[in-house]
Structure formats: C-alpha cells, structure tokens
C-alpha cells in the first residue's frame, strides 16, 4: 500500500511538472516603454458573456513607433483571456478575445509590457451586466435608445440629432450622474416636465412597471462615463 501510495505522489509530481513545462511564459524580443489601447475598451457584456469585439492593444516605443516582438500580458479579475500573453505582431499589436466573470458592474482589464526598470501598464474599464441591469439595457434597447443614442444602425434610425435641446446619452456621467434616482425615477415615470425638464421626454408611467424603471436607472449608472459614484459609499479615495 505505501508503494501504490509512493507511486502515485510521483504520477501526480510528474503531470504537474509537464503542466508546468506547457506553460513557460514566452521570451520577449523586444521591448518598448509603451502599451497604448487601439480597440475594445469600455464593451458591454451580461456577467460571463464574451465581449462582442476584441480587444486590441499597441506597444509604442520611445520613438513613439509601435514595437514587434515585445510581451503582452493580460489580466483581469474572473476574465477568461484568449490569449492570456502574446508577442506583438509586426505592427506592434496584439488582439485577444475576453469573457468577462460574474461581478456586475465596473471591471478593469490589465494588459501589460516590460521595460527597463518594471512594467509598463495600460487600465482598460469593460462592464459587466447584472440580472438587473440587463433588464434595464432590455428596455432601453426597446423604449429609450431611439432619442438617447447617436449612433444609427440599420434597424434603428437614431433621433438624437433632431432633438433639441438633444438628450443625453445614458452614458453622459458628468450630467445624468449629479441627478437623483429619485428625479431619474419621476423624469421617466411622468416625463421631462415633472422636474422642468424638456417636454420632449414622454412619461412612461403608464408603460413601465416600477422594478422596469428601477432596471433602467440601474443601468444608467452601470454604464456612466465617469462612472458613478454611490452616494455615502467610500471609494477609497
């Protein structure tokens, strides 16, 4: 019994080693001083969905030019990266795919590069959406993003730009953020006028129940730029 145990430490030390082997971290054959993001930051996904585009970063030299050859490593917390470290390309860039994790709200995606004297380290936000506040995105997509969208899309003509004065994005932090969710909440619920807004904004009262106006300020907030910041809530600041 001592040798079947004995023998089976050494199968397990031996799986381990070659694991190990399998994954040696790549050699870097450059290096810059830069890493710098081309694509794919500020992307919105439900909590362990894949985010629709990549995300593609640059390493810069001192020159300012982009580097081949020099490393990549990526993280993020509860992140799935495809992949997790790479070599950039002759352009100086290197493109990955990412699955979020399971935290709604802000999440940071870490790429970094080393360079003389530590690393250099590039903070990209992607945003995770709860149940809550996938619900909210749900009625926005149906009710709202026709007046509070820019962007056009084959299905959808935006109305932004014939409005005025023009809505606000739901992204509009430096405005939407300083409103109350309990203005939010009577702005939507009894239209623009209720709190001597623009009479151009509809009451959907009638429309929405409560836990659907409560989804959509949820949502707001997830997707602010700045972000939001919860009243009493200490940041660490």
Known sequence: ????????????????????????????KAQGVQVAEVSGGKQ???????????VVVQVNGADGNPVAGALVNFRGEGMRINPAQAL????????????????????????????????????????????????????????CIRCHDSESTPERVSNLDNLSPAPHQFSDGGTLNRITDSDLTNIIAHGGLALGKSPQMPAYGATLK????????????????????????????
């Open 88 to 143: 950039t390309d002759s352009s100086g860039q290197v493109t990955a795919q990412v699955q979020m994790g399971f935290v709604a709200g802000d999440n940071q995606l870490i790429a970094e590069t080393p360079k003389a004297g530590g690393n250099a380290t590039l903070a990209l936000r992607e945003i995770a959406l709860g149940y809550e506040q996938a619900v909210g995105k749900a009625v926005n997509d149906q009710y």
């Open 44 to 54: 919105i996904a439900q909590v362990g969905s894949a985010l629709a585009q990549p």
């Open 1 to 28: 019994m001592k040798l079947l145990r004995i023998a089976a430490v050494l199968v397990i030390a031996s799986a381990v080693a070659c694991r190990h082997a399998g994954e040696q971290q790549l050699q870097a």
């Open 210 to 237: 409560p836990e659907e106006i409560r989804a959509v300020i949820a949502y707001m907030r997830t997707v602010a730029d700045p972000p939001y910041q919860t009243p009493g809530v200490n940041y660490g600041k």
